[in-house]
Every structure is written in C-alpha cells, then in structure tokens.
C-alpha cells in the first residue's frame, strides 16, 4: 500500500534551532514527493517538491530512497515558519490515480 | 487569476440528510479533486474529476458523489450523512492530471449532527 508516515504531530523548537520534520513514505516504485504548508487561517499551499530539488523559504527536502525518507529541514528556524505541515506522495496505480496521499501532519511552533 | 474558491464555508446538517458542497477551479485548470480532512488528520482523497469525467477515486462509499461542469467548476455531494462526515473538505485544481501542484481551496466545514 501507498502510505506516508509523519511520526510527530508536533515539533516545537526556539528561534534560530535547525529544524528536521519527518517524512517516511511506502511506496515500491519511484516516488513524487511534496511538502505542503498550512500557515494559521490559511490555505494549504505547496511548499516545495522533490523532482525541483528546489529550496522555498529556505526549507529543502533530500529524498533518501534507502530510507524511504524525504524529511524536511531549515537550518535556522523562524518564528514565521509556525504552521502545519504535510507531506505528500503522488499515488500510481489504478486505484490511486490522480490523488496525493498525505501523512497526518507536524505543527512546528518555533518559540522566540 | 483568480484562486480556488468554495461555497459555503460552513454548514451545519442533520444525520441522514443531504449535502451539496461547491467548488469554482482557478483559471485555466481543468482538473479538480475533492478531500477529506477529519480533525488532526491529513486530507484523504475522495475523488478527481477530469475533463467532466471521474478520473480516480479513493476508498469512500458510493454515496459520495460528484460532477464536473463544462466551465471546470465542481460540485461534491453525499447522501445520508452519517456524524463520521463531519470534515473539512477541501477542494483542489490543476491543469492536467499529470502536473500535480494542486491549488486548494479554503474548505468547506461540515458539521453533521
């Protein structure tokens, strides 16, 4: 089964601290991977995505296949940066064409 | 351009009843999916619509239903509402259904009661 796995619901760290949000993901073929950001009282927005190999706001996201992993990471945490994330896999396969499979979500609440 | 929007925003509905929820698709997409996001979790995938024809669906019962009109805008509707429907729904574009960066919409709050 296509599945990901965000093992924190929340991360709190302090101004200025690295940042790792965890995202593990199964899935046997070759997987597209996206980071989405919901900001408070806002939509969910696509952050970034792994094929651009892109870093957004300073965040970048390395696919790690052996680990099944695409965590996310900022070196230098901004309070700006509070917000829900979510990672996300393109679903293949008949029965999951067109969709993103999202894992639960982490709050990150960076402290002043 | 204008974004992805969703009417209404909120709405309260009595078990058993019927629901229609909106959603307008930003400009020039033409693809739009529907999700379900129950508290603390991430969104589920209900269905896609392409093109005005079902394009995927996820593991959600037939009475969840949809449509897609001609202008790409499209509507979600679930029969005999059961208290578990009780969810923001989210609705998505794209242009194709290849490209997947899907713009979302606001959502639309459901209460069943």
């Known amino acids: 089964a296509q599945r990901v796995t965000q093992p924190e619901k929340l991360l709190s760290v302090f101004k200025g601290a690295p940042v790792e949000l965890k995202c593990n993901y199964s899935?046997?073929?070759?997987?597209?991977l996206f980071w989405y950001v919901q900001y408070s009282r806002q939509r969910l927005q696509l952050l970034l995505r792994h094929i651009s190999r892109e870093s957004i706001k300073g965040f970048t996201a390395d696919l790690n296949k052996g680990e099944t992993s695409f965590h996310l990471k900022k070196p230098f945490a901004q309070e700006e940066d509070s917000a829900m994330y979510y990672c996300?896999?393109?679903?293949?396969?008949?029965?999951?064409?067109?969709?993103?499979?999202f894992g639960q979500g982490t709050t990150l609440q960076v402290k002043p | 351009e204008t974004g992805v929007t969703q009417s209404p925003t909120h709405l309260i509905k009595t078990r058993g009843q019927q629901v229609t929820l909106r959603c307008s698709s930003q400009s020039g997409h033409n693809t739009v999916s529907w999700y379900q996001q129950a508290l603390g979790q991430g969104p589920q995938f209900i269905f896609q619509?392409?093109?005005?024809?079902?394009?995927g669906r996820g593991n959600f019962p037939p009475r969840f239903s949809g449509l897609q009109f001609p202008n790409y805008s499209s509507e979600l509707n679930v029969n005999a509402l059961e208290l578990d429907d009780s969810a923001l729904y989210l609705c998505?574009?794209?242009?194709?259904?290849?490209?997947?960066?899907?713009?979302f919409g606001q959502g639309t709050r459901l209460t069943v009661v």
């Open positions: 998505a574009s794209s242009q194709g259904t290849l490209r997947t960066e899907a713009f």
């Open positions: 996300a896999l393109k679903g293949h396969g008949s029965s999951n064409t067109g969709k993103l499979i």
């Open positions: 619509y392409y093109r005005e024809e079902e394009n």
């Open positions: 899935y046997s073929g070759s997987p597209e």
